[in-house]
């Protein structure tokens, strides 16, 4: 079935270091993939997407582009801040039928030291 | 504003209970989803809808059970069946239409005593 792996952390950053977080997925056919970012005891907020083949999404100074050839999702980001600290996850949608359930990875904690 | 409130933000109950999880939206989407958030373990899917008086169930419905009655609303019981329910309970909704994004609420956090 559809699955998709992160990289596992945490990853622990100084303020103005450079972010790179790995997702790999595995699917049939051309699922969409999407990063979303959790703060503490708060629901999910989508940080990004990316819809087919070569796309490259960004918001917020994230980037990640859409690599069918390596299967890949990697978030980046150039500098990162205390405020950036926060919990990832990886997407892709699913498409059993008509429906557009989301395939979670587990999550990777990012944690930006001043 | 539009958006998705989920309520209580806390919960507690006694082991035999069942308890109800409030999701509404204001979004007009059609398609609703419930997710469990364990620690190290990702969202797991329970139980989605796509349209009203219709839904199917996840990865991991067992002990739950849902119900979609009005589009703007997907409540969700846990019962007294599921073993381990302390967990964070989060709802989302989309459109549903393909490769379009979930919105989520805020969470509830279950914890059994």
């Known amino acids: 079935g559809n699955s998709v792996t992160q990289m596992e952390g945490p990853v622990t950053l100084s303020e103005e270091a450079f972010l790179t977080i790995n997702c790999t997925y595995t699917?049939?056919?051309?699922?969409?993939l999407f990063w979303y970012v959790q703060y503490p005891g708060e629901g999910l907020q989508l940080l990004l997407k990316?819809?087919?083949?070569?796309d490259k999404g960004s918001n917020k100074g994230f980037e990640a582009t859409y690599r069918k050839e390596t299967t890949s999702f990697h978030l980046e980001k150039g500098s990162v801040q205390v405020s950036d600290s926060a919990v990832y996850f990886c997407?892709?949608?699913?498409?059993?039928?008509?429906?557009?359930?989301?395939?979670f990875g587990t999550g990777t904690l990012l944690a930006v030291q001043p | 504003d539009g958006g998705i409130t989920q309520s209580p933000k806390y919960l507690f109950r006694k082991e035999g209970q069942n308890v109800t999880l409030s999701c509404e939206q204001n979004?007009?989407?059609?398609?609703m989803y419930w997710y469990r958030q364990d620690p190290g373990q990702g969202l797991r899917l329970i139980y989605y809808?796509?349209?009203?008086?219709?839904?199917q169930k996840g990865d991991i419905a067992e002990g739950y059970s849902v119900s979609r009655e009005k589009k703007e609303s997907f409540p969700l019981t846990v019962t007294s069946a599921q073993k381990n329910p302390t967990a964070f309970y989060l709802c989302?909704?989309?459109?549903?239409?393909?490769?379009?994004?979930?919105?989520f609420g805020q969470g509830t956090r279950l914890t059994v005593v």
């Open positions: 989302a909704s989309s459109m549903a239409r393909l490769n379009t994004e979930a919105f």
């Open positions: 699917a049939t056919g051309y699922p969409s």
């Open positions: 990316a819809t087919k083949a070569d």
């Open positions: 997407a892709l949608s699913d498409r059993g039928g008509a429906t557009n359930k989301l395939i």
């Open positions: 979004l007009n989407h059609d398609a």
């Open positions: 809808s796509q349209i009203v008086n219709d839904f």
